[in-house]
C-alpha cells in the first residue's frame, strides 16, 4: 500500500450519506462488513428520512448510516460526533450538521461535482455549505465521485455507491481483497453484470483514495476467535420470535415496527409459522389473542400508535389470562409524531394503557443481542403465568446493527405438543393458587373442560359474577401473579462501584450509550455507577438498596421532563421522565431524571457532560427549588 | 377375520356416543322473556346434536351485547370478547387451530357499527367459520340507542325525534364485498327456517354469514310488524336451498332463487321490501383463508427447524 502512513486510531465514527434511494445505505452495509470481516467491533444505526423519495438535493433528503468502529470487540452505542462523513452532495451534509452529528473538525469527503454543475444555484449552495464547515473547523476533501464513476458506468446513481465503499476502503487502510465476497455477499441474488461493475467500482473507488488520499486512517483489529452475527434488532427479533416457537405473528404495518415483520415473513412458512397482515391493528392484536386462547400462544409487533388501538385487547388478554406476547418498537411521540426515530415514551402507556387495573409484565431488551433472546423469555412468561407480556423495543435497536456472538441455534427451547388430555368435568378455568395467582389453563379440545372465557369480572370457575367480594378476588388473583414473577427475579447488576456520588438508572437501548459514559466519567475520577432495569413491570427487587448507596440517583431516559429552570415549572407540576415517575413512586426516593427527546440516541459523552454538571452542582436539596433553578442551567 | 372385522366396526359403531340436547346446554339463559336470542341458542343447539358434534371440539365467539352472551349458555369452549372484536378472535382460533370449528355470534351493532372493518375483511378472509348476526335493529344492552339497522324515524334515546338516516342494509354490503362465500337471512319467529338456515350454514365450507332478524321485546317490540305478525317476506326457493316447509308458505310469497348466481344474489340482496329469507348466496369454489395459510406453510420436525433456523442466522453471520 503506498500512499501516507495511516494515523492509528482506536475508535472512529464515520457517516455516509446521499440522496434517499442513491445507494448510501447500501454503501455503509458493505463498508461495515468490511470491518466486521476484518475483526473491527462495530454499531451502525440508519439515517433515514421519513419520507420514500422526498425532493433531492434537500436536507430533508438524506438517507445514510453511521458506522462506529473500533479496535475492542464490543461496540454498545452509535457513539459521539462523528469524525468523517462522506456526503453525495452539500445539502446531505447540511443536514448532518444541523443534526448536530458531526465533530467541529470533522473530515469531511465530499463529491466535487456541484463545484462546476450547469445548476448554478448548486454551484452557490455547495460553495456556502463548505464554508460553513470550514469555518467551524473542518476539513474538506472534494471528491470525483461521479466523474469517476461515470468511467465505469452510464448512470452515476447506480454506482456512486460503490465508488465510495473503495474509497472508505483506503481511507482506513483497509484489505481491499476483501471487497469482492463483502459485494458478492450483498448483490446475491442478482446478475453477475451487476456484481462484477460493483466490484470494479469499489476498486477503482481504493485506488482513488490511495492514490489520493493524504490524510488515512488504521483501526487496527483482529479476526474475532467465536463467530458474529451482525443484525439489526428487528431482525433479532425476528429470527429470535421462530427461536421462541412462535407460531403465528399477527401484524399491521407501522414504522418502525414493520421490518421485524418482513424478516419473519420472509422465512416464516418455511419454518412452521405464518405472519397474518391484520386489517388494523386491533384486528392484528385479536387475531393473536384468539391463536393464543386455541393454545398457540402467538405474537403482534407495533409501535405507540398501534399500542394505543391495542388496549382494550390488552385488557381482555389481563382479563381472561390468555398468554400474549406484544413487541412495541417504539418511535417519537405523541400521534404520529417522528416515525423513523428513537424515543422511549411509551412506558406508562405500556404498563397502564388499558382500562381497569390490567397488571401486566413489561420488559425492554438493552441490547440488540437481547432482542433475539427475549421472545424466549416473554412467551415463557406469557405462557407461565398466563399473562400479557409486553417487550419495549425501539426505533435504536430496530434500525441499529451491532456484532454479537452468533446464536448456537441447538439450544433453542423445544415446544411441546398442545396438551388435549381429558381433565374432570367441572373443572376450574381459573384454579388460582390463592398464594400466587396462577392457574392451569383449559384449551379448547380438552374434554371436560367446556366453558366460557369472559371478558366480564369472574370467580374462578369462570363465570361472570358482579359482586364485591368475587371483583376483589379477581383483582388480587391478577395482581398476585407480578408479586410472584418478581419474587424469582434477581437484583440488577451494577456497572461501576456499588456506591458514590451519582447513580445513572437507564432501561432500554440506552444501555451501551450510559455505561460508556460512566466509564469516562470514571476516568475522570468521578465517583459515578449506572444500573440498567430490564424488568420494567414487576420491577426487580433490591432497588432501593442499591439506590440508598448514591448520594444522587437520576435516571437516564430518550423521553420527555420538564427542565427545573423552564418558566412555570416548580416543585409542584413538574412532569418526570417515565421511569423516574415509576421509580419515585415505587422506592418514595428522591429520584431525578435526565430525560430527553432528540430523536437521536444519546451520546456518551452528552451523558458524561450531564454527569459533569450534575456533580459540580450545589447539593441536591437545593436544586429541587425554583428559586435556585436558574443556577443549574441543564438546558441544552 | 372378516367376521372379527366387522364385529369391530360395529362395536365401533356403538361406541359413537350420540349426544342429547342438553349435554350443549350449560347454564341457564338471563335473557327478558320474548327476546329471538333464546331462539338462535336453541336452534344452535338442535344443530350441534343433529351433527353430532363433541362440545369440547366446538368453539363459540362472541363480541359484547345482549346476543353475546350466547356462549355462557351452550356447553362447548366460548370466548366472549369485546364490542365489535369477535371476528378477529374467531380469525385467530382458525388460523391457529383449523380443527375447530368456529361459530361467530354478534349483534347487529357489534357487527356492522363498531366492528365493521373486521366484518368487511372477514368476508374477504374467507375463514371457515359460522357467523351469526343477531339483527334486532337496536342497541339493546346499552338501553336503547339506534344502531346502524334502525329503521329510518325510529325514536331512540340517542335519537328522541327519530333517527335520522336511512338504515344500513347488511345484505348489500356482504354481497359488495370480494370472496363472499355464503350469504343468508332468516327470521326467529320462523323456527323451522331458522334451523335449517343454520345447518346450512353449519355445513359449507367457508364464512357462513348468517342476518337474523329477531324482536327485541323491550325497546323494539314494534320491529319486524311486531316480530314477524305483519312482516312482508319473501321465501328464496331452490332445490338446494332452504327449504320452505309447507307452514312457511302461509307467513309470505315464494321466489325461485339461483344463489348460485351472483347478480341474481346482488339484486336481491338489495331488496328490502318484502325482505328475502333464505339462501341467498353460495359459493363452494372459494378457498378459505386458512386452507391457503396452512398449505403453504411447512411443518418441518424438530431436525430440520433448527437446520432452517441455522441456515437463516447463517445469512446474518460475518465472521
Known amino acids: 500500500m503506498s500512499g501516507p502512513t495511516p494515523i492509528r486510531l482506536s475508535e472512529h465514527t464515520v457517516e455516509i450519506v446521499s440522496d434517499a434511494g442513491e445507494g448510501a445505505q447500501k454503501a455503509a452495509v458493505a463498508f461495515a462488513q468490511l470491518c466486521a470481516k476484518s475483526g473491527n467491533g462495530l454499531w451502525t444505526v440508519e439515517i433515514i428520512p421519513s419520507e420514500i423519495r422526498p425532493p433531492p438535493h434537500t436536507t430533508g433528503s438524506a438517507s445514510g448510516n453511521r458506522i462506529r468502529l473500533a479496535e475492542r470487540e464490543r461496540v454498545t452505542n452509535a457513539g459521539n460526533l462523528a469524525d468523517v462523513v462522506l456526503a453525495f452532495n452539500e445539502m446531505a451534509l447540511l443536514s448532518r450538521i444541523q443534526a448536530g452529528s458531526l465533530a467541529d473538525d470533522v473530515l469531511v469527503l465530499i463529491d466535487d461535482q456541484w463545484a462546476t454543475h450547469d445548476v448554478e444555484a448548486y454551484q452557490v449552495s455547495y460553495r456556502k455549505v463548505l464554508a460553513q464547515a470550514r469555518e467551524r473547523g473542518a476539513t474538506i ?108 405473528c399477527s401484524m399491521y404495518p407501522i414504522t418502525p415496527a414493520t421490518s421485524a415483520s418482513h424478516a419473519l415473513s420472509e422465512l416464516f412458512e418455511q419454518l412452521g409459522g405464518f405472519v397474518h397482515q391484520a386489517e388494523d391493528e386491533i384486528a392484528a392484536i385479536g387475531v393473536a389473542l384468539g391463536a393464543s386462547y386455541a393454545g398457540k400462544t402467538a405474537l403482534t409487533i407495533t409501535s405507540g400508535p398501534g399500542m394505543a388501538l391495542k388496549t382494550e385487547f390488552q385488557g381482555l388478554a389481563v382479563m381472561t389470562e390468555t398468554p400474549l406476547v406484544i413487541v412495541d418498537v417504539q418511535r417519537g411521540g405523541p400521534s404520529t409524531g417522528l416515525p423513523t426515530k428513537i424515543e422511549q415514551s411509551d412506558l406508562l402507556h405500556a404498563l397502564y394503557g388499558a382500562p381497569g387495573d390490567a397488571p401486566k409484565v413489561v420488559i425492554a431488551p438493552s441490547t440488540i443481542e437481547e432482542c433475539y433472546y427475549i421472545l424466549t423469555v416473554a412467551r415463557r412468561i406469557a405462557e407461565e403465568f398466563r399473562m400479557l407480556v409486553i417487550v419495549l423495543s425501539d426505533a435504536n435497536l430496530a434500525t441499529g446493527q451491532q456484532l454479537f456472538d452468533r446464536p448456537d441455534v441447538s439450544q433453542t427451547p423445544e415446544q411441546p405438543p398442545l396438551d388435549l388430555s381429558p381433565v374432570p368435568l367441572g373443572t376450574l378455568p381459573y384454579n388460582w393458587d390463592p398464594t400466587t ?103 426487580p427487587p433490591g432497588l432501593q438498596d442499591i439506590f440508598a448507596k448514591f448520594r444522587r440517583v437520576i435516571t437516564v431516559e430518550l423521553n420527555y421532563s420538564d427542565d427545573w429552570n423552564d418558566p412555570l415549572i416548580t416543585k409542584e407540576n413538574r412532569r418526570y421522565g417515565q421511569l423516574a415517575w415509576i421509580l419515585r413512586a415505587a422506592t418514595l426516593m428522591d429520584i431525578d431524571c435526565f430525560a430527553r427527546v432528540p430523536g437521536r440516541p444519546f451520546m456518551p459523552v452528552e451523558i458524561v457532560d450531564e454527569v459533569n454538571h450534575i456533580l459540580g452542582d450545589p447539593p441536591a436539596i437545593k436544586s429541587r427549588t425554583k428559586a435556585s433553578a436558574g443556577a443549574k442551567g441543564v438546558s441544552r | 377375520m372378516i367376521s372379527m372385522l366387522a364385529e369391530e366396526s360395529l362395536l365401533e359403531v356403538c361406541a359413537i356416543e350420540q349426544h342429547s340436547l342438553d349435554e350443549y346446554e350449560s347454564e341457564m339463559p338471563r335473557w327478558c322473556k320474548g327476546c329471538g336470542d333464546h331462539g338462535v341458542l336453541a336452534a344452535l343447539q338442535r344443530v350441534l346434536r343433529k351433527n353430532n358434534l363433541e362440545p369440547e371440539n366446538v368453539v363459540s365467539v362472541s363480541g359484547i351485547g345482549c346476543s353475546s352472551r350466547l356462549p355462557h349458555y351452550l356447553n362447548t369452549y366460548g370466548f366472549h370478547g369485546i364490542h365489535g372484536r369477535a371476528l378477529p378472535i374467531s380469525t385467530g382460533v382458525r388460523l391457529a387451530r383449523p380443527e375447530l370449528p368456529v361459530i361467530t355470534i354478534m349483534g347487529d351493532g357489534d357487527c356492522f357499527s363498531i366492528g365493521g372493518n373486521h366484518w368487511l375483511h372477514a368476508i ?41 338516516l336511512q338504515p344500513l342494509n347488511p345484505l348489500s354490503a356482504v354481497m359488495g364485498m370480494t370472496n363472499v362465500s355464503f350469504l343468508a337471512q332468516t327470521a326467529t319467529w320462523l323456527p323451522a327456517h331458522l334451523d335449517e338456515t343454520i345447518e346450512k350454514a353449519w355445513n359449507h365450507h367457508g364464512l357462513s354469514f348468517v342476518r337474523i332478524l329477531q324482536r327485541c321485546p323491550v325497546f323494539m317490540p314494534k320491529a319486524f310488524g311486531e316480530g314477524g305478525l305483519n312482516f312482508p317476506v319473501v321465501f328464496l326457493e331452490n332445490e338446494d336451498g332452504i327449504p320452505v316447509h309447507p307452514l312457511l308458505r302461509k307467513r309470505g310469497e315464494t321466489q325461485a332463487h339461483d344463489h348460485r348466481d351472483i347478480n341474481e344474489a346482488q339484486r336481491v340482496a338489495v331488496s328490502v321490501d318484502p325482505a328475502p329469507m333464505g339462501l341467498i348466496y353460495q359459493n363452494r369454489d372459494l378457498p378459505t383463508y386458512e386452507d391457503i395459510r396452512w398449505q403453504r406453510k411447512d411443518r418441518p420436525d424438530r431436525a430440520t427447524f433448527l437446520e432452517r433456523l441455522d441456515a437463516a442466522v447463517d445469512r446474518y453471520t460475518v465472521t
Open chain 1, 141 to 248: 476533501v472534494e471528491v470525483p465521485l461521479e466523474k469517476e464513476t461515470l468511467r465505469h458506468v452510464e448512470d452515476a446513481q447506480q454506482g456512486k455507491n460503490m465508488f465510495a465503499v473503495g474509497l472508505l476502503c483506503a481511507l482506513y487502510s483497509k484489505d481491499a481483497g476483501l471487497l469482492e465476497g463483502v459485494i458478492g455477499g450483498i448483490f446475491k441474488g442478482k446478475s453477475r453484470k451487476v456484481i462484477d461493475t460493483a466490484v470494479e467500482l469499489a476498486g477503482a473507488g481504493y485506488r482513488y483514495g490511495v492514490a489520493n488520499l493524504e490524510q488515512r486512517f488504521e483501526v487496527p483489529a483482529s479476526p474475532s476467535k467465536v463467530s458474529k452475527v451482525a443484525m439489526n434488532g428487528n431482525t433479532a427479533l425476528a429470527l429470535g420470535a421462530i427461536a421462541a416457537g412462535f407460531d403465528l
Open chain 1, 437 to 539: 395467582g396462577l392457574s392451569q389453563r383449559l384449551i379448547p379440545g380438552q374434554p371436560g373442560g367446556m366453558g366460557v372465557t369472559t371478558s366480564l369480572n369472574h370467580d374462578s370457575d369462570g363465570k361472570a359474577c358482579y359482586d364485591a367480594e368475587r371483583n376483589q378476588r379477581g383483582h388480587v388473583m391478577r395482581s398476585r401473579k407480578l408479586a410472584a414473577l418478581q419474587q424469582t427475579l434477581r437484583p440488577p447488576e451494577v456497572h461501576g462501584a456499588p456506591e458514590g456520588d451519582l447513580l445513572l438508572v437507564g432501561w432500554g437501548s440506552t444501555r451501551g450509550a450510559i455505561e460508556e459514559a460512566v466509564d469516562i466519567a470514571r476516568d475522570q475520577g468521578l465517583a459515578v455507577s449506572s444500573v440498567h432495569i430490564q424488568f420494567l413491570s414487576p420491577l
Open chain 2, 124 to 164: 374477504r378472509y374467507n375463514i371457515n367459520a359460522v357467523v351469526l348476526v343477531l339483527d334486532n335493529e337496536v342497541y339493546a344492552l346499552t338501553k336503547m340507542q339506534a344502531s346502524p339497522t334502525t329503521p329510518d324515524g325510529t325514536k331512540t334515546n340517542t335519537t328522541p325525534h327519530g333517527t335520522y
